[in-house]
């Protein structure tokens, strides 16, 4: 910053294994605690990021005062949420009950926290959806209660250089005045694929763990989808199947469109998003490009864009297991989105707070 005098500062709730703590930091804000309610998570976000402290806390029990105390002295205060998307999914939107979901409310907490606190800037990462649901427009009305400055943009990440094709919602909000998510940095041509991120990862097989990172390991496979795997092409579906590999459900009208399950990536373009159950060959197109087996837990990480050498397993407490690993990565902030947003703050704050 211009002005060596005045300091910035960041708490992430919702904090996972720490995505966007680790992309916030790395574009130049400090953030000095995460809360969220998993304490498996714990190791990842603290031995990756050791200048943030872990909170194992639910929202639901945070208060504004308690923030402030975090903070201390720090000139600028960032609040930033990214609150479970699941309730909001298009999987969940037929769901007449998932404003049911314990979930579904924290937005509403985070609203509370924004407040009591009043932070100078917010910013809030979810899947697209959330912008219909009452939960979102409440969350849009204290931040205009409280005069922020609001915009939101609907991000496809491979604009931003990410090698998946997600589409997330992003939402930043400003006392200082307008703020926006910086342009896009990469052109389609230029879109970083599945080969530049995970080729030169060793080989292994379904049901192997590297000797050199025991995060990259992949889920073993049954002898039936043993035989659909090696039937599978890159970019494929299960059509390319012998008709005896089948399941029921493909052979029903309902099920001859659903074709983006039991099939292999491409080497030469972005992963399709990376979901909770990435490592599970039948729960989307997560087949390796060549080997015969699914997405090892690391090759999953690397397209969420955690460092190479990001630790998720504590070597002292054993093992996690690959369910609850999965879901660590899967629910993570893609960290060069999180990057992004940082450095679209600082940028702002250059602009209103430094001149």
């Not at 309610?37 to 194992?56: G, I, L, P, Q, V």
């Not at 205060?77 to 009950?97: D, E, Y």
Request: hydrophobic share 30%.
């Amino acid at each position: 910053m211009n002005d060596k005098n005045w300091t910035v500062s960041a708490i992430d709730l919702f904090c996972g294994v720490g995505g966007m703590t680790r992309g916030l930091i790395r574009a130049g804000i400090e953030v000095i605690a995460g809360f969220d309610t998993d304490e498996t998570c714990r190791y990842a976000y603290e031995a990756n990021n050791e200048s943030s402290k872990f909170h194992s806390k639910d929202v639901k029990d945070l208060s504004g005062i308690e923030l402030k105390k975090i903070f201390g002295e720090s000139n600028v205060r960032i609040l930033v949420g990214c609150a479970p998307c699941q309730p909001f999914s298009s999987h969940t939107q037929k769901n007449k009950n998932r404003e049911k979901d314990e979930k579904w409310g924290l937005l509403d907490q985070f609203g509370r926290l924004v407040g009591e606190l009043k932070p100078d800037i917010v910013s809030m990462e979810n899947v697209p959806q959330i912008e219909k649901s009452s939960v979102f427009k409440r969350f849009i009305s204290v931040l205009e209660e409280n005069e922020y400055q609001i915009s939101t943009k609907i991000v496809f990440c491979p604009n931003y250089g990410i090698p998946q094709t997600r589409t997330r919602l992003v939402l930043l909000a400003s006392k200082y005045g307008p703020i926006e998510l910086l342009p896009r940095t990469t052109s389609k041509n230029e879109y970083k694929t599945v080969g530049e991120t995970i080729r030169d990862l060793e080989p292994i097989e379904a049901g192997q763990v590297s000797q050199k990172d025991p995060l990259h390991r992949a889920c073993g496979l049954s002898e039936i989808n043993m035989k659909r795997m090696k039937q599978s092409k890159p970019g494929g579906t299960w059509r390319d199947w012998d008709e005896s590999l089948l399941l029921s459900c493909h052979k029903k009208d309902t099920g001859k469109s659903y074709c983006s399950v039991y099939g292999r990536m491409k080497w030469d373009e972005p992963s399709p998003t990376i979901t909770t159950q990435f490592y599970n060959y039948g729960t989307g197109r997560f087949g390796h490009p060549e080997q015969n087996r699914a997405l090892s837990l690391r090759e999953g990480a690397l397209l969420q864009t955690f460092p190479r050498d990001y630790k998720f397993i504590d070597p002292q407490n054993g093992e996690i297991s690959i369910k609850k690993l999965g879901i660590h990565i899967g629910n993570a902030v893609p960290v060069d989105l999180a990057y992004i947003i940082g450095k679209s703050i600082l940028e702002h704050l250059e602009w209103y707070y430094a001149r």
